[in-house]
């Protein structure tokens, strides 16, 4: 179910995934929802950068190849319109209620356009720190009013810029001691030695824990798949995308037929 706003969280969703993109939550934590749902709870998905320009804009040389891609045109407004029917038919697959903010991504941000030549290990542009003020700001007074959160945010690995000011505005609820559990950014963590870098960047206070998701591992393979824009972009091809997923889940610990997804908690 479609949320609207921040009013309408209520008590009973007590697990709230703090999702940068349309497709993060599920590429990350997708067998986690199934989990929970089939538990017969009601987990919330936010998806922070969910809207649009509200003006025209000039497209970078790198937002017309990210476009390119995903296989959108130029026109902003319905390549965020395709992206959100694909979280939509996501998430009602997995029966995960979820809510869209305004702010809009990284690659449409800025005039001139704050990150020209790409988001991913580049500073968080001036520009956009009041967004992390403001989110940071939204997401402790909804921690107030419903203190039995818990709250579940990207570890930021890559690191792409709005997943760093995600993980930064959860910072503020580990610091006034919410429930949070990072999650390790799929496909991000594929790159070799990338999670162990970002954990580095904590101190190494860091400390995991597990959830089972074997049985759940197709449904979060299926729902992923419904990002059709995103696939040959972050995997080249749907066969290629399914098999990464099975077997990074697989290789948190080797053992035959488990499927685990991975959380970090400050210690």
């Not at 497209?59 to 902003?76: C, I, K």
């Not at 029966?95 to 702010?103: E, F, G, H, P, V």
């Not at 910072?171 to 790159?191: H, S, T």
């Amino acid at each position: 179910m479609q949320l609207k706003s921040f009013d309408d969280i209520q008590r009973h969703h007590r697990h709230i995934f703090l999702s940068p993109h349309f497709d993060d939550a599920v590429y990350s934590c997708g067998g986690t929802l199934g989990v929970q749902v089939s538990a017969g709870l009601r987990p919330l998905v936010i998806t922070v950068f969910g809207g649009a320009p509200t003006t025209p804009i000039e497209l970078s040389p790198f937002a017309r190849e990210t476009h390119r891609r995903m296989g959108f045109r130029q026109d902003v407004q319905a390549a965020i319109a395709t992206r959100r029917r694909e979280d939509a038919a996501a998430l009602d697959y997995l029966r995960a209620d979820y809510l869209w903010l305004d702010y809009p991504d990284a690659i449409y941000r800025g005039t001139p356009p704050y990150y020209p030549n790409g988001v991913v290990n580049v500073d968080v542009h001036p520009g956009d720190l009041w967004i992390d003020r403001e989110l940071a700001q939204n997401l402790v007074a909804l921690n107030e009013r419903l203190p039995d959160t818990v709250w579940y945010a990207p570890l930021a690995i890559g690191p792409h810029v709005d997943h760093l000011i995600v993980c930064s505005a959860a910072d503020r609820l580990i610091q006034i001691g919410a429930n949070v559990k990072l999650y390790e950014d799929f496909p991000y963590v594929l790159d070799n030695g990338a999670r162990e870098k970002r954990i580095q960047d904590f101190g190494g206070t860091l400390e995991p824990a597990l959830v089972e998701m074997s049985e759940m591992l197709p449904l979060r393979q299926e729902a992923a798949a419904m990002y059709a824009s995103q696939t040959d972009l972050n995997f080249a091809s749907k066969e290629a995308m399914l098999h990464a997923m099975e077997t990074y889940t697989y290789s948190i610990r080797p053992v035959h037929t488990v499927h685990l997804e991975r959380y970090w908690t400050a210690g």
